[in-house]
């Protein structure tokens, strides 16, 4: 990782047969997976676990779009860097750019994948789009 | 198929990329989707829809287990003819045959897998364990 | 469906347990399954099945950029039709636009989910870029 | 853990929104490959990936036969601990036992889900069936 992405949130994915296709590479929907789980370990480090957020506020994220560019192919056994960070919010949606990277040992990682996700909030039940709670805003910024 | 199969509810599943792993086959776990897929449509054909099933009861099924013996792999683009019949019920759980056949051009299908799923009954909101809605036991036999 | 969708290739979709999460909707990330799906049967539909593509060429399409809005949700037991056109189209990539739009029983569809997909083609062993096999392009023009 | 497990392989597992559907709990075909990612974590620890497997030895386990049985739901955010061990081998087969376990602070934790997975041998290519490379086999067991 280069001094740039030093201040940026980091999880580590390892590719397991359950995320190959018969291409032999990882099946290019599985980096919104991948995405995903960078994001809630993000969001659990700052002090948000999903099951809590949702059971004090009675809302919940969605993804409401989604881009992505896929890079290289990762395979097999492959241990994945997965970043995320803000790139913009509002008071009812947020921007988080997501990068997947291949670790190897030499150190000079390569990108895999790179996309931005775009999050709305809505209430858990009726699916109404609200605000997000400040708390979580706060922390992210 | 045989004529013994005649008178077993069948659902056909295409093979997608989604479906297959870096081995160059159908990634096992899979099958347990294309057996729930044809269980659906077998309960649908029989007037009861998974989601209006829920709302009207408050209750569903949860599978309470599972056992498949895998016989031959499926590939991409292959069509499957996924079986589904009731082997054994009672008021709390019910027990499937599932069979999932490669369906070939010349009228002789291969047998790929095949096993067995256990339903019980919860509450959906609860997921404590109750009775299987009579009209439903009694469609199924 | 209105007419200007007509001349579109569509395919249906049924929505199982496996691709809803505990938001009680589809995951957002089955919408990239769905679209390949329907991409997928219109290649057939135009006499081009991936395996038979992958066999005889040699070559695959790769996935190397997606682009996603997620309009509103669909859930357990809902109908879709997910449909597929070329947006634009060079020698060695493609771009398909797709939509998702719910099956109603009145006949007014609404729009799920839209996106671009970005095809590449490449070696199948080696994965080096190359050229779209010209039929494939001509057949989808 | 008690400590009758104490010499069993054990590997967490984090529960993402992509494990979970619209009951709310884990999809049940997921523990397959939660029990895949604990074996591969395993065979790892004793010097054997996957891929340097298939790479050095032409061949590659597939799955033959799963029974699992499932006796608590798991939830978003839930942390599992699922192990992997030795139940019988021969020179062509394997049995591995597995179970997941909920990891809960107070220390006493919950079984979810234990089953068998029996794994045979095949040539990569030709996925016909051969004998276990003895080192896997010794370092098993």
């Excluded at 999903?50 to 097999?76: I, N």
Aim: aromatic share 10%; proline share 4%.
């Amino acid at each position: 990782m280069n001094s740039s992405k030093l201040s940026v949130f980091e999880h580590p994915i390892r590719i397991y047969w359950e995320d190959t296709d018969a291409g032999g590479i990882v099946f290019y929907a599985n980096y919104l997976k991948f995405f995903e789980r960078a994001r809630t370990e993000w969001l659990r480090a700052l002090g948000f676990g999903q099951q809590v957020l949702r059971d004090q506020s009675g809302g919940m994220f969605v993804v409401s779009e989604t881009a992505v560019k896929y890079h290289s192919p990762a395979r097999l056994d492959d241990t994945l860097a997965v970043t995320a960070e803000l790139q913009s919010s509002g008071k009812a949606s947020l921007t988080i750019a997501q990068r997947a990277y291949l670790r190897t040992t030499g150190g000079s990682d390569r990108l895999l994948a790179e996309g931005t996700i775009r999050l709305g909030w809505v209430d858990s039940i009726t699916l109404k789009p609200g605000r997000i709670p400040a708390p979580v805003l706060e922390a992210l910024k």
